[in-house]
């Protein structure tokens, strides 16, 4: 892995100070996604934070909790005040941020104007190095096929479809396959899996398929909660497919297992 | 309400169906064809995403002003010769539509394709009452014979293969020589063909529903692929039009306007075969038509959702494109959503018209991953209205007691930063500790609906704000 990560800058990233939201899931379950997004920032020149910070609020939210929602966006519009820009190596979170922190504040001329400054400076990790850096290419290099699943947040509310697919195509050594269907839902839809979890494990189910039908040994994709539940279902039916977030392969950092995977000192 | 709804539930119906075999062949029919066919509709016309804002628009329009668009509806239907009857309820339009039956003497009504008439449950009544209607849509036929409600609300009949419907024929076609060979479809469509001939002929009121009122002219409009609407609506002496009260548009030009949308969104046609416009009875100049136009305008529920943030459902346009490309539909079919409107748009307006009490599984059965309202050709935003159903079951207190106090119980430490992390990084600590020899669980408490057929990916352990404390110091 090389330093050179940019090629033509639209800002000077230089002076730029990102706040990383790390969003919960990568915080609690796989810390190696946030240092892989640190890594591809700070290559790119940024200055990375990550403030004290817990969750979006989007369990809230989805599940009609808008009072705890409020409460829990109020705390991440002040611990990102400042920053030139707030990253989340999610599309969920980040489209949590940007399509709907302005509407939970609707009728609150206090929030309204703080939540849409928030919006307008948040991003999803690979569309903020694409769209807004400019970068088209990183220095890693991942032997072998992978097939990249669009998770829905980031492709339906924030356009994220071509913004990784740039960046996977400059990997050395990697081929992607397109798996049939990547664009439709995995079946996660957050408590949803296990809320309707028969409905959910069909769904991924049909997911699964696909995947496998590209015969890639590694599955890619930009959100951790897809992430889980793509690899729970793959290593519940034996299916030897790495699951890993894009970040990880941008990064060049693969040394963590994959995901659901044993470490293999552990396995003594 | 009227129709017996099993929406409560939906989660013994969904099983039931995720374990057919049957339905799962037959709903990767839906998962096909439609998707596809809609895309090259929508591919062949650069308009089309325009064409979807001016839709939206008109039908907003028209739902500000529906009081004087209703008004101006009804006083040309009048001017025609028809008569416009106004029906707060299901109860009240069964009551006048039976008694517009009895009015013409009616021993058969035949029917042509309507949500409506589903929704208000018509036939039992007219049934129950000495009189015999008979769908001629060829799905709704099926379905009849079945008992069944529609599963889908432009394709009634698709969770059924053609050996079903052979068999029901087999069953009730008394006259059906028992060697015919009806193995093919196009013999299943002939055997039909020819027993509802004669039914057109023999009907003496005939009900349709409507795709749109036209408040300039006191027109109804009707599309169908299979002509037996247009059978209905002329053969009989009477013709009944049920509609709801959010089908009117202004003008002609704005039912030309979202017809460009309408079949490209359902069928992937540019139109649909039959495309037809009645206004008022015969008139001494034409050829054939009714004796009678009666219009029955049916509220049900749909007056107290203007104002609200549902008034936004009451732009769809019955397409069905939502549940064509819902990952949910596409899993458990649409009788599991157990009332009369199934997938996406049945899920906010099901809570709607038979109160969320009822209906309250709907709305949450979704993982908002939003590919309805990217095809929804009116711009309904069907996840955000399903969130507002969730909303107002948190708010009166109807999600169930443990999940309520998990999400209190998660929310007070989100609330919290620093005890959050202390939290986590203790707990994240052992589960790492516990998961670290094989990576994953097959088995969390509290978590039965995803381990019972998924692992869960055990954590790294140390989470990522201890970590980067640890390298980095407080940089913030």
């Given at each position: ?5 940019t090629?033509?800058?639209r800002q000077e990233?230089r002076?730029?100070r990102i706040g ?7 915080d609690l379950m796989?810390p190696?996604i ?7 920032l700070?290559?790119a020149?940024?200055r990375?934070?990550a ?5 979006c609020?989007q369990p809230a939210f989805n599940?009609g909790d808008?009072?705890t929602?409020?409460a ?7 611990a990102?005040r ?5 990253v ?5 979170c980040?489209?949590?941020i940007?399509?709907h ?5 609707d009728?609150d001329?206090?929030?309204r104007?703080k939540?849409e400054?928030?919006?307008a400076?948040?991003?999803e990790l690979?569309s903020?190095?694409?769209?807004v850096l400019?970068?088209?290419?990183v220095g890693a290099?991942f ?6 699943h669009d ?7 924030l356009g994220?479809?071509s913004?990784?697919?740039t960046l996977?195509?400059?990997?050395q050594?990697?081929?992607?396959v397109?798996?049939?269907d ?9 408590t ?5 979890g028969d409905?959910?494990?069909a769904i991924v189910?049909?997911k699964?398929?696909n995947?496998?039908a590209?015969?890639?040994p590694t599955?890619?994709a930009?959100?951790?909660?897809c ?6 279902k793959l290593?519940?039916?034996?299916k030897?497919?790495?699951?890993r977030h894009?970040a990880?392969?941008?990064?060049g950092m693969t040394d963590?297992?994959?995901i ?6 552990a396995?003594? | 309400?009227s129709?017996?709804s099993?929406?409560?539930q939906?989660?013994?119906?969904a099983?039931?169906?995720?374990s057919?075999t049957?339905?799962q062949?037959a709903l990767g029919?839906v ?8 895309r090259k509709?929508v591919e ?11 839709a939206?628009d ?6 500000r002003h529906l009081d004087?668009y209703?008004e ?6 009048k001017?025609s ?6 029906a707060r ?9 039976l008694?517009?039956?009895r ?12 949500m409506i008439a ?5 036939n ?10 008979i769908?001629?849509?060829?799905g709704?036929y099926?379905?009849?014979l079945r008992?069944e409600l529609p ?8 969770h059924l ?9 087999r069953?009730v076609?008394?006259?059906l020589?028992?060697n015919?060979d009806l193995s093919?479809p196009?013999?299943?469509?002939t055997?039909?063909?020819?027993v509802?001939r004669?039914?057109f002929?023999?009907a003496d009121?005939g009900?349709t529903?409507?795709n749109?009122?036209v ?6 409009v009707?599309?169908?692929n299979?002509?037996n ?6 053969l009989p ?6 509609a709801s009260?959010?089908k009117?548009?202004p003008t ?6 979202i017809l460009?949308?309408?079949a490209?969104s359902a069928?992937?046609?540019?139109m649909?075969?039959y495309?037809?416009f009645s206004t008022?009875?015969r008139?001494s ?6 004796e009678?136009?009666?219009?029955v305008l049916?509220d049900n529920?749909?007056s107290?959702m203007?104002g609200t943030?549902?008034?936004e ?5 019955r397409?069905?494109a939502?549940m064509?490309?819902c990952p949910?539909?596409?899993?458990v079919g649409?009788?599991a959503?157990?009332?009369v ?5 049945g ?6 018209l038979?109160?969320v009490?009822?209906a309250?599984h709907?709305?949450?059965a979704s ?12 711009r309904?935003p069907?996840?955000?209205?399903m ?7 948190f ?5 169930p007691?443990?999940?309520r106090?998990?999400?209190a ?7 919290r930063?620093?005890?959050?992390r202390?939290v986590?990084?203790?707990?994240m600590a052992?589960l790492?500790?516990a998961g670290r020899?094989k990576?994953?669980f097959?088995?969390?408490?509290l978590?039965k609906?995803?381990t019972?057929s ?6 790294q352990g140390?989470?990522f704000?201890?970590r980067w ?8």
């Open positions: 892995m090389t330093q050179d990560s090629s033509k800058s990233p002076d730029l990383l939201f790390v969003t919960c899931l990568v796989r190696s946030g240092f892989a997004a640190v890594k591809l700070e290559d020149g940024c990375v934070e403030p004290s910070q817990t969750c609020g599940s808008r009072a929602t409020r829990i966006a109020e705390q991440v519009i002040e990102f400042g920053y030139d820009y707030v989340a190596p999610s599309g969920s980040a489209g949590m940007k399509a922190y302005p509407e939970l504040f009728d001329p206090n929030w104007p939540a400054e928030l919006a400076r948040t991003y690979t903020f190095l694409v769209d400019g970068v088209t290419k290099a032997e072998g096929e992978v097939t990249y998770s829905c947040s980031g492709l339906r509310e994220v479809k913004q990784p697919r996977l195509s400059s990997v050594g990697l081929t992607l397109e798996m049939t990547s664009d439709v839902c995995c079946g996660f839809g957050g949803f899996a296990v809320k309707y409905i959910s494990a189910e049909a699964e398929k995947i496998e590209t015969g890639a599955l890619l930009g959100d951790l909660g992430l889980m539940n793509m690899a729970g290593t519940r039916d034996g030897p497919v790495a699951v894009v990880e392969v941008l990064a963590e297992p994959p659901g995977a044993a470490k293999p000192q396995a003594t | 309400m129709v017996h099993t929406s409560p939906f989660k013994e119906n099983a039931r169906a995720l057919d049957q339905l062949r029919n998962k096909q064809g439609f998707i596809d066919k809609r509709a062949n016309l650069p308009e089309f995403e325009a064409l979807r804002d001016s939206r008109i039908k907003n329009h028209t739902l004087l209703l101006a509806y009804e006083a040309k239907v001017a010769g028809g008569q416009v009857h106004f309820d299901a109860e009240e339009a069964r009551a006048i539509v008694s517009l039956c009015e013409a003497n009616a021993r058969t009504v035949t029917k042509g394709k309507s589903e929704e208000i449950g018509i039992e009544h007219l049934e129950a009452n000495g009189v015999t209607p769908e001629t849509d060829l709704e099926i379905i009849q008992h599963s889908h609300i432009i394709a009634p009949a698709v293969n053609a050996s079903q419907v052979e068999q029901d024929f069953r076609h008394k006259d020589d028992p015919r093919q196009v013999q299943l469509l055997e039909a063909r020819t509802l004669e039914r002929l023999a009121v009900i529903g409507a749109f009122l408040a300039e002219t006191g027109t109804s009707i599309v169908t299979e002509g609407g247009d059978l209905t609506q002329i002496k009477t013709h009944i039009v049920l009260i959010e009117v548009v002609l030009e704005d039912v030309s306007q460009r949308v309408l490209r069928t992937g046609q540019e649909s075969v495309t037809t008022g009875p008139r100049s034409d050829a054939d038509g009714p009678n136009y009666h219009v049916i529920g749909r107290a203007l943030s549902f008034e459902m009451l732009r769809c346009i397409c069905g939502c064509n490309h949910i539909y596409h899993a649409g009788h959503y157990g009332w409107y199934p997938g996406p748009m899920a906010v307006l099901t809570p709607s038979i109160g009490d009822q309250g709907l709305p949450n993982t908002f991953c939003g590919r309805c309202e990217s095809v929804c050709p009116v309904i069907l996840p955000k209205l969130r507002h159903w969730r909303d107002r079951e708010e009166h207190h109807l999600s007691a443990t999940f106090s998990g999400l119980f998660w929310g007070f430490f989100a609330k930063p620093a005890l959050y202390l986590t990084r203790a707990a052992s790492g500790w020899s990576g994953r097959n088995w969390l408490p978590a609906g995803w019972k998924r692992d869960f990916p055990a954590p140390e989470t704000q201890a404390k640890r390298e980095r110091g407080n940089n913030a």
